[in-house]
């Protein structure tokens, strides 16, 4: 599709283009549904929250630091700020989704540009065989993919009468003076050609726009790194400036007969003429680069320009890079390369804390395709694998701290509650860890990264154990997870560490199994929750009881049922929870009082679910009741011979298979783990 320049401009003043640099599409992307930002609490700080970036086939899962530093960034270059002469750095251990969250951006660019009234559009010459000097070449395009507008702003020399010719379209003075803060001269090849074209119709502009130019819009393929490009750092011996900026073209050299001429370099040759056109251009591992593309890099981030043998291109470019910790820190060691560090804006890149949302991760590391056996059969996989090793990668990323132990901020980070412990304090140790100068010591910067949960899921994809019981059993994950510690981690004290919050995770399984016990045995997937429930629901309408039983209605959902208040099943509960003197329950209990009014008003739907404590006193509590009464489990399972504990295995194995998407072999190892005596391997 090819239009003139002088429809183009009538279009653009109807609305039906945009003129905007790429900082002013990209905040427009992000921030123009207003519906899609709110705010929301992470770690004890409001950040903003940009659904642009949750939606579509690769959505990003946390990251919300990242992301709102990313929006600031953008919008303070879109608004002219010092962010236009700067790039965005990601900085972070290998595997912690860096790369993704660049290739998301761009994604979501590129689709954002599909859209008509978004395209970006650029322009050729046109009928070129008709001036001698350019040979058999009858058509060239701009090689930076320069917009329209910057071609109507540098017609002619002298800005006043660009400015009547914008005007003549019937744009304001307003809408010119905007034009113009956005403003950059033409590459050196479009400025040389547009003059030759110009000395050849002895300056008649009409006939320029009529025979000489075309508006074409600029291809969005990703494949041909135009609009999204990316450089990844190769060898120091077959890279070379040209990778980024091009190289004088021999082919061109053929038909142009004044040698003068700046087409005879190939831009395109280069990754960054590509993008230059209101593009992001993504470098891999900048500081991986040798020096010398450093250097074009500098020129190139500083200026927004591509400079060759001193010819000039103006850029209009997102430059967002990428680089792990040790190659950043050997980086900014050489005190010579002080100017491009100067020229970055550096935020470091922790790893996933919050063990909700990485199960989201792990469910990606895992996969969504149905998997085999080396025999072909189908494998199945323990409905408890998700959360044993989400629980276990992040503990091994969490630091070691006296104000909170690992389990504590493993549940303050994903916003339950923990305690007594407030989740300002772990906002106050994120803070001063903040202050480190080793990034490695700073929160959420050590431990298993994502690829090295995808290692261990291969470790127990490889057992033979998991193929032979055609199941990925959550309790072998453990081991996996361990052999990943000592193949990756070689600092001794960092691994040291994450064995033993490896223990506490094991912990955690142990406890989720007790609660899938409990649901087996009431046969019944939501028991424990109810039971939650029914406790917090005893607490809050009998708050001006002193004892006895009485039976009251609760609302649950849109119907109503009768509770009994339980004073035995209330302390035994307590007791689990530390509770034993009046003074102190009656101060846990105003605080359960104090949540239900303040998070059930907010959210009908609300369930306790996420007070692991108040759940686990509960589980156990009716564990040690009601299965003790019906009969020992752990009996049951060590001498199935007596009918009644027979009866009591076959009744939780069936439910477990039946309801809780256990199979045959993860419902009997998971018995089996249930009953094995605390840290016994």
Not at 41 to 58: A, H, P, S, W
């Amino acid at each position: 599709m090819t239009i003139t320049l002088k429809n183009y401009l009538k279009d653009l003043q109807q609305g039906k283009h945009r003129f905007e640099n790429v900082f002013q599409s990209v905040s427009r992307m992000i921030l123009d549904d207003a519906s899609k930002v709110e705010k929301v609490l992470v770690n004890g700080k409001t950040v903003y929250e940009f659904k642009v970036f949750r939606e579509g086939r690769k959505p990003v899962i946390g990251m919300y630091d990242l992301i709102n530093s990313f929006v600031s960034y953008v919008k303070d270059a879109a608004e002219n700020g010092s962010s236009r002469e700067m790039a965005f750095v990601l900085v972070g251990e290998p595997g912690n989704g860096k790369t993704y969250f660049v290739d998301k951006v761009m994604d979501l660019y590129r689709g954002f540009l599909s859209i008509e009234e978004n395209r970006k559009y650029t322009f050729r010459f046109k009928n070129m065989q008709n001036l001698a000097r350019y040979g058999k070449l009858t058509t060239i395009e701009s090689q930076t993919y320069e917009d329209p507008v910057i071609l109507a702003m540098n017609l002619s020399t002298d800005p006043d009468e660009n400015k009547k010719f914008l005007a003549s379209f019937g744009f304001t003075e307003r809408q010119i003076a905007t034009f113009y803060r956005t403003y950059r001269t033409l590459g050196a090849c479009s400025q040389y050609i547009l003059n030759d074209i110009m000395e050849f119709v002895g300056g008649d502009t009409n006939r320029i726009l009529e025979e000489f130019i075309d508006i074409i819009p600029v291809p969005l393929a990703g494949d041909l790194g135009t609009i999204t490009g990316k450089y990844q750092a190769k060898d120091k011996i077959t890279s070379s400036g040209a990778d980024l900026v091009g190289e004088e073209s021999i082919q061109r050299l053929l038909y142009l007969s004044d040698t003068s001429n700046p087409y005879r370099y190939d831009l395109r040759r280069g990754v960054l003429a590509r993008v230059a056109g209101s593009g992001i251009h993504f470098s891999d591992e900048l500081f991986k680069n040798k020096t010398d593309l450093v250097q074009i890099y500098l020129g190139v981030i500083q200026n927004r320009e591509i400079e060759v043998n001193a010819y000039k291109w103006p850029m209009d470019t997102l430059i967002i890079a990428t680089s792990n910790i040790v190659e950043y820190q050997k980086f900014i060691d050489n005190r010579e390369q002080a100017p491009i560090y100067d020229r970055c804006k550096i935020f470091y890149v922790p790893h996933n804390t919050n063990y909700r949302l990485q199960e989201k991760l792990t469910r990606f590391a895992i996969g969504s395709n149905t998997k085999t056996t080396l025999l072909g059969k189908s494998l199945h996989e323990d409905p408890n694998l998700n959360y044993a090793l989400s629980t276990a990668v992040v503990l091994t990323r969490l630091p070691s701290d006296e104000r909170l132990n690992p389990r504590e901020m493993l549940h303050l980070s994903a916003g339950e509650v923990a305690g007594e412990k407030s989740i300002k304090t772990l906002a106050e140790v994120i803070d001063e860890l903040s202050k480190r100068p080793k990034i490695s010591e700073r929160f959420g910067h050590m431990g298993i990264g994502q690829r090295g949960l995808g290692r261990a899921i291969q470790h127990l994809l490889s057992q033979n154990e998991t193929h032979e019981d055609e199941c990925m059993f959550a309790g072998s994950a453990f081991e996996s997870v361990r052999r990943e510690i000592f193949d990756s981690i070689p600092d001794r004290k960092e691994q040291e560490w994450c064995l033993k919050v490896l223990e506490i995770a094991e912990g955690l399984y142990k406890e989720k199994v007790k609660t899938e016990i409990f649901n087996a045995y009431m046969n019944d997937p939501e028991a424990i929750r109810k039971e939650v429930m029914n406790y917090v629901n005893m607490v809050v309408v009998s708050s001006d009881l002193d004892g006895g039983e009485r039976i009251v209605r609760i609302r649950e959902g849109n119907t109503e049922k009768p509770l009994k208040i339980d004073e035995t099943f209330i302390n035994g509960v307590e007791q689990r929870l530390g509770f034993t003197t009046r003074e102190t329950k009656e101060q846990h209990r105003s605080q359960i009082r104090a949540m239900y009014a303040r998070r059930v008003t907010q959210d009908p739907n609300y369930c306790f679910m996420d007070n692991e404590k108040l759940k686990r006193a509960v589980t156990e509590y009716r564990l040690n009741t009601d299965i003790s009464g019906a009969g020992s489990l752990a009996g049951a399972l060590a001498n199935p011979t007596n009918e009644e504990n027979k009866k009591l295995f076959d009744r939780l194995f069936l439910v477990m298979m039946d309801k809780l998407n256990y199979c045959r072999t993860c419902a009997r190892k998971t018995l089996e783990f249930y009953c094995r005596p605390d840290g016994e391997k």
